[in-house]
């Protein structure tokens, strides 16, 4: 699956910053691939008291397999569209196993 370079770039503090598209309420929690230059995520939680958000940071955590403070929700809390601080990945390493090829 092809993701979007653009939406992940180096935060100069040993980590990255995603831009991503958040789908609550999904069938089933999974990368859905790019849109509007950001990555789609699917995610099979409602979007009601933090749910997709807790639901969310658990995926990114069980996907990149990294420890829970690695991965913080840093601004669209309660919005769709939301960066997240990912500590300990480069750019390419991110995109390489959010897309399934590493």
Partial sequence: MELP?????????GGVLADLLI??????????G???GRIKLQIAAPPVDGKANAELLKFLKK??????GNVVIVSGETGRRKRVRI??????????????DA
């Fill in 5 to 13: 370079p653009e939406a992940v770039t180096m935060d100069g503090s």
């Fill in 23 to 32: 789908q609550p309420g999904a069938s089933r929690t999974a990368v859905a």
């Fill in 34 to 36: 790019n849109l509007e």
């Fill in 63 to 68: 996907k990149l397999h990294v420890p829970a």
């Fill in 87 to 100: 500590t300990g990945f480069t750019a390419d390493e991110l995109l390489k196993k959010l897309s399934g």
